[in-house]
């Protein structure tokens, strides 16, 4: 089956680093994305890894290693606007399909 | 500016009714995408459709219709068949081709309650 596993809530002060976990469960692998959403709004990207290794940008880096099935998000400087879900998915096909499948996202919490 | 808009923001919905949530965008998108969000449960895919008079069953498709007659719109229409409608509902859309840096792009969702 397919799964996607994160913690179900994180908290973190303002100004300092947290690493959000993700490992993953599919049926194939052909691309992992971070996205930020904010309470009763929209996901927005944040970013995409393929290749194993560390991808950087700004304040949030993004990490993969495919044979562990694993991902985190880094976050630098944490900042209040910070609080928000941050949600993992998997994209497990290749070819024209560009469906991704969701974990149930970690809702993340800065404090003074 | 380019985008998705989904309407009604909040939606009401009696017993036995159907109802039915607009999603437009003007990202000159191929592929579209509804999804469902409940708390603790992350997005779960409803339908899609990858293009124009073509689309396919999510993960939980039962008690829900699309259509998809222009590249533009993927109307979601929630019948009186689904026993359990109240939840947050998410449409997106991207290129085709799985290929490569491309997200999906969201709507900012729509919240359908039972009267």
């Known amino acids: 089956g397919q799964n996607i596993d994160q913690p179900t809530e994180m908290t973190a002060t303002e100004g300092a680093i947290v690493q959000i976990n993700c490992t993953y469960q599919?049926?194939?692998?052909?691309?992992l994305f971070w996205y930020q959403q904010h309470a009763g709004e929209a996901p927005t990207f944040l970013s995409y890894?393929?290749?194993?290794g560390l991808e950087e940008k700004g304040r949030f880096s993004s990490f993969l290693s495919r044979s562990k099935g694993y991902s985190y998000l880094l976050l630098k400087e944490l900042q209040m606007k910070d609080s928000a879900s941050y949600l993992c998915a998997v994209r497990d096909q290749g070819g024209a399909t560009n469906k991704l499948i969701f974990g149930t996202g970690t809702l993340l919490a800065v404090q003074p | 500016d380019g985008g998705i808009t989904q309407s009604p923001k909040y939606l009401f919905r009696k017993e036995g009714q159907n109802v039915t949530l607009s999603c437009e965008q003007n990202l000159n998108h191929d592929a579209m995408y509804w999804y469902r969000q409940d708390p603790g449960q992350g997005l779960r895919l409803i339908y899609y459709s990858q293009i124009v008079n073509d689309f396919q069953k999510g993960d939980i498709a039962e008690g829900y219709s699309v259509s998809r007659e222009k590249k533009e719109s993927f109307p979601l229409t929630v019948t009186s068949a689904q026993k359990n409608p109240t939840a947050f509902y998410l449409c997106?859309?991207?290129?085709?081709?799985?290929?490569?840096?491309?997200?999906?792009?969201f709507g900012d969702g729509t919240r359908l309650s039972i009267l």
């Open positions: 599919t049926s194939g692998f052909n691309g």
């Open positions: 890894n393929v290749l194993d």
């Open positions: 997106a859309s991207s290129i085709t081709g799985a290929e490569g840096n491309q997200p999906q792009h």
